[in-house]
């Protein structure tokens, strides 16, 4: 069974500064994906990495895929109370080959951005 | 377009009484996906299926769950009978393939007194 971690639980920051939260496991991965849940909505994703090293940028996120596949992170640089929400890592693990991998979702991060 | 499209939003309801829960995919897509979310245990995938034929059950609590998908634009996640620790929100997604990035509808929360 795989051990996923991601940190921290809780952060509350005001506008404008910058943060970074992450996603690490004991597992190796074959993707992973990043999501962002508001209150009362269902998770939106954000991005997929898949290469180990891989750097993608989606305005003021950078989403990290750590070289070995086993940990990513998320880097908002300026927050903005628009941010705020729960974020959700789901790294994806290949299923005999088929296209059935299964995700499996983090606890998250409880992102709050203060004006 | 629409999303993913869940029913009822909210339910609340006597413990020992039959809940179903109802989703809508998006059309065109293949795989369909019943999620659980608490504060304890987070998102807790149930049920997906591909092509309306379940693939991955282990996720099922027990036997008082099942879900069903009678054809491509309809499924349903059944409680029989409902207990208090069931309370929770629950997420219906859908995506083209089983490894493509899933849409969420917005989550049925249900409250079992």
């Known amino acids: 069974t795989q051990l996923l971690e991601q940190s921290p639980q809780f952060l509350s920051i005001q506008e404008g500064e910058n943060l970074t939260v992450y996603c690490n496991s004991s597992s190796v991965f074959s993707s992973l994906q990043w999501y962002r849940q508001e209150p009362g909505e269902g998770p939106v994703l954000l991005v997929t990495v898949v290469t180990g090293g891989e750097v993608k940028k989606l305005k003021r996120l950078t989403f990290q895929f750590g070289d070995a596949r086993k940990d990513s992170s998320l880097h908002i640089t300026a927050a903005q109370p628009g941010d705020t929400g729960l974020y959700l890592c789901?790294?994806?693990?290949?299923?005999?080959?088929?296209?059935?991998?299964?995700?499996?979702f983090g606890q998250g991060t409880i992102l709050t951005v203060h004006p | 377009d629409a999303g993913v499209i869940q029913s009822p939003r909210h339910e609340v309801t006597e413990m020992g009484q039959e809940v179903t829960l109802r989703c809508k995919p998006i059309?065109?897509?293949?795989?369909l996906f019943w999620y659980r979310q608490t504060m304890m245990r987070g998102l807790e995938l149930l049920i997906y299926?591909?092509?309306?034929?379940?693939?991955?059950d282990s996720g099922m609590p027990e036997d008082r769950f099942s879900a069903k998908m009678p054809n491509a634009s309809f499924s349903t996640l059944k409680i029989q009978p409902s207990e208090p620790r069931d309370s929770a929100v629950y997420f219906c997604?859908?995506?083209?393939?089983?490894?493509?990035?899933?849409?969420f509808g917005d989550g049925t929360r249900l409250s079992i007194l």
């Open positions: 299926f591909n092509n309306n034929v379940p693939i991955d």
């Open positions: 789901a790294p994806r693990t290949s299923a005999g080959g088929t296209s059935y991998g299964k995700l499996t």
């Open positions: 059309s065109g897509h293949n795989s």
């Open positions: 997604a859908s995506s083209y393939l089983g490894g493509q990035p899933q849409h």
